[in-house]
């Protein structure tokens, strides 16, 4: 895994967790068909931040993550996850987990 240097150490620091969250959905073998790589990522990592390193860090790395464009909307699929309550995310991603158990 390679991180960028022109990141701040934050950025990194968050670009990690999001890099390593995706290492463990690669060990899930049932993906829910509306739920592409980065939705099923977003139904946990805000809520990873803000217990890892606090609200203030995970509002500033979810507005990063808006303001990468390329192939991917980014900004698009903060804005799905974060539109749910913790509580709403973490049953969606249960029932991925549960899925997963069978």
């Known amino acids: 895994m390679k991180l960028r240097a022109s ?3 934050d950025e990194k620091k968050g670009t990690l967790v999001h890099e390593l969250g995706h290492r463990m959905n690669a060990q899930l073998k ?3 068909a509306d ?3 980065h939705r099923l990522l977003f139904l946990y990592l805000y809520d990873l931040y803000v217990d890892l390193y606090g609200k203030d860090f995970a509002d500033r790395e979810v507005a990063f993550g808006k303001t990468l464009k390329g192939i991917y909307d980014y ?3 903060w804005n799905w996850a974060l539109a749910m309550s913790r509580e709403e995310r973490s049953a969606r991603f249960a ?3 549960k899925a997963n158990r069978k």
């Open 95 to 97: 029932e991925v987990l």
């Open 7 to 9: 990141y701040q150490a």
């Open 30 to 32: 049932v993906r829910p």
């Open 35 to 37: 739920l592409d790589e």
């Open 75 to 77: 900004e698009g699929a």
